[in-house]
């Protein structure tokens, strides 16, 4: 008699709490939402993946985006990075918001737009390129005043 109702104390305890778990909402019971959803917007694939040759020309853009904007300076990531910041401090109208030496970026603001300055490095040449703050190419008419502001002064 005792091990039937220890029995049926564990079979009424199991039942209140599969019938707690499907009441409270699990998600593996409800069928609402499969937490999979399209995200509107696309993830960057780095260059070093796009192909199995080294690209030269900077960073690999997805289709229908416009073209980076930017320089060659010659030198080391590291060179060129100490340079434009020593620019970037000297160019009027640009407020320097954040610096990160070890990613090669700046996220700056001039004449009010927000932008993000790239430093790369390929084949003992280093690129200089504009974006906007998402790290989107961006053919606006003050990333090239600025990048022509940067050129002259380097």
Known sequence: MRQTASIARAAA????LASVTVA????WFNGRGNG???NPRPLEIPPELVSSTPNTAG??????QTTLQGFQSTGTRADVFKRLTTVLAKVPGTVIKSSSELIGVQEIE???TALLVRVTE????????????RGQANNAPII??????L???M
């Open 13 to 16: 305890v199991l039942t209140v």
């Open 24 to 27: 409270s909402g699990c998600s």
């Open 36 to 38: 999979y959803t399209q």
């Open 59 to 64: 960073p690999v853009l997805a289709s229908g």
């Open 110 to 112: 001039y004449k009010g």
């Open 122 to 133: 390929s084949n003992g040449t280093s690129t200089v390129s504009v974006v906007d703050p």
């Open 144 to 149: 090239s005043e600025f990048i022509a502001t």
């Open 151 to 153: 050129k002259a002064a």
